[in-house]
C-alpha cells in the first residue's frame, strides 16, 4: 500500500484557536484510495518550519497533502515554503490572476491587490480550481514525490481533494481499493475484545481489524484491501460475522448504527412504548431517545425526578422508601422505574438514579455509582453499576447508554 503524510498549516492550530478537522478527513479519503497515512503534522505560518517538515515526511511518503496557508496575506506562506523545498522559484500566473479578478466580478466586487500573491506557483507546478473561493491549489511532482497545497477552508479543500487530487491519484489505475466497516461493541472492555480476538488482530492480516474507544462504544474497525470494491466489500462482510460470532451480545450495530437507533428499531418493530423517569442523567435519557426521527412512534415521554419530593409526587415512589435506603439505592431505582410504567401505560421504562459528580459522593455511595430499574412487560429488575469518576458529563452518557443497552439485550431476547 503506497503512503501519504498530511501537513496542516496555520499559527491557529497550534495556539488552540481552531481544531484541524481537514486531517482527520484526509485520512479516510486517502485510505479508501489505497494510501495508508503515515504521518500528520501541524506546523506554524513560518516558511522555514514548512520546508523542514516537507523534507521529514518526503522521506518516508509517496503522497504530501499540505493544507492551508495559500491565502491572500502575509502569513499565508505555503507556496513560498513549497517553492523553497523544491528549489524552484516563484512564477506569475497570467491565467490564475485572470480567474480571481472573475472571481470577485462576479460578486461586484474589486480584487485586492493582495490577492495577486495567489497567482504565483512554483515553476512547472500545475494550478488546481477552486469554484468556492480564490486560493487555488498547488500540484507538484519531483524525486518520484508527489505534492498537492490546499485551501484550508475545509468546503473548499474537501471540494478540491475530490474533483482534482482524486483522479490524479487514481490515474494509473495501480492503487487497490479500500474499504472500511466498524462493529460496534458496548458492555465490554476494549482489553476482552483483544484478547478474545487474538491473532485476528494481527498487523499483517487483510482484512485489518483495529479497536477504538467512542463515547462509551468499543468500535472495530474493518480495514480491507483488494482489487476491486466488491471483493473488499465481501471481505468486511465477512469478518462481521466472524466478529459476531466471536462477540455475541457485545455487538449491537454496525458502521453507523447508535444505541438509540438501534432500540428503536427494534421498538417499532415489536409496536412497544418506552417511558424514563431521570434523576442524575437530568433528561439526557429522554434527549439520546428522542434524537432520533420517529421516535415518537415508540417514546411515551418521562419525568425528570431531580429532588425527593418529585419522585415522590410524580412517580409515587414511597417517603419510607427513601428514607430508608436513599435516593440512589436499587428499591428507589425500581420504584422509580414502576412508577413510570404504571402512570404512562408503557410497555417498557428505564429509570437512573446516581451520584455523577463531581460532588456528593460518600464511602458507601461513591461518585459514579448509578442505580438503573427496568420495567419490562410487568417485570421490575433494577442493577448497580459504578463508572469511573472521571467527569460528570461522562458519568451521565455512560449511565443512560448503560440503561439502553439493558434493554435492548431485554428487547432482543423477546418474540412478539
Known amino acids: 500500500m503506497k503512503s501519504a503524510s498530511i501537513v496542516a498549516v496555520g499559527n491557529e492550530l497550534l495556539n488552540g484557536q481552531r481544531v484541524d478537522t481537514n486531517s482527520n478527513w484526509l485520512q479516510g479519503r486517502l485510505l479508501r484510495l489505497g494510501y495508508r497515512t503515515c504521518r500528520v503534522v501541524l506546523v506554524p505560518d513560518d516558511v522555514e518550519a514548512i520546508a523542514a517538515v516537507l523534507g521529514e515526511v518526503s522521506r518516508i511518503s509517496d503522497v504530501v497533502i499540505l493544507t492551508g496557508g495559500l491565502g491572500p496575506t502575509a502569513d499565508d506562506l505555503t507556496r513560498f515554503a513549497l517553492g523553497k523545498f523544491l528549489g524552484r522559484p516563484l512564477e506569475f500566473r497570467a491565467d490564475i490572476w485572470q480567474t480571481i479578478e472573475a472571481f470577485f466580478e462576479r460578486r461586484g466586487l474589486k480584487t485586492a491587490s493582495t490577492n495577486r500573491v495567489q497567482a504565483y506557483l512554483p515553476c512547472g507546478a500545475k494550478a488546481l480550481a477552486n469554484p468556492k473561493g480564490t486560493a487555488c491549489g ?158 415518537s412512534e415508540y417514546f411515551w415521554g418521562g419525568w425528570v425526578t431531580y429532588s425527593n419530593e418529585a419522585k415522590i409526587r410524580d412517580l409515587g415512589v414511597s417517603e419510607d422508601l427513601i428514607s430508608r435506603y436513599g435516593a ?13 410504567a404504571q402512570r404512562s401505560g408503557a410497555d417498557a421504562a428505564l429509570s437512573i438514579s446516581g451520584i455523577a459528580g463531581p460532588e456528593g459522593g460518600t464511602p458507601e455511595k461513591p461518585v459514579g455509582m448509578v442505580c438503573i430499574g427496568l420495567f419490562f412487560l410487568g417485570r421490575t429488575e433494577v442493577q448497580t453499576f459504578r463508572f469511573a469518576p472521571v467527569g460528570r458529563e461522562t458519568v451521565r452518557q455512560r449511565a443512560s447508554l448503560t440503561a439502553l443497552n439493558w434493554l435492548r439485550l431485554q428487547l432482543k431476547g423477546l418474540t412478539v
Open 138 to 295: 498547488i500540484s507538484a511532482e519531483q524525486g518520484g514525490k508527489r505534492y498537492f497545497c490546499l485551501p484550508g477552508v475545509p468546503s473548499e479543500m474537501m471540494a478540491m481533494f475530490n474533483d482534482s487530487v482524486c483522479p490524479e491519484l487514481t490515474a494509473d489505475g495501480r492503487t487497490d481499493v479500500i474499504e472500511m466497516g466498524k462493529v460496534r461493541c458496548f458492555g465490554v472492555g476494549e482489553s476482552v475484545i483483544a484478547e478474545k480476538l487474538g491473532d485476528l488482530m494481527r498487523r499483517e492480516r487483510n482484512p485489518q481489524i483495529n479497536t477504538t474507544v467512542e463515547g462509551g462504544d468499543v468500535l472495530l474497525h474493518i480495514i480491507a484491501s483488494a482489487a476491486d470494491g466488491q471483493s473488499a466489500g465481501q471481505m468486511i462482510d465477512a469478518d462481521k460475522n466472524l466478529l459476531c460470532q466471536i462477540l455475541g451480545d457485545a455487538v449491537y450495530g454496525f458502521d453507523e448504527d447508535t444505541l438509540p437507533q438501534v432500540v428503536g428499531r427494534l421498538f417499532r418493530e415489536k409496536r412497544l412504548k418506552l417511558a424514563v423517569a431521570e434523576s442524575c442523567t437530568g433528561g439526557l435519557l429522554a434527549k439520546m431517545i428522542t434524537d432520533i426521527p420517529g421516535s
Open 328 to 340: 440512589v439505592s436499587e428499591p428507589v431505582a425500581a420504584a422509580m422505574a414502576a412508577g413510570a
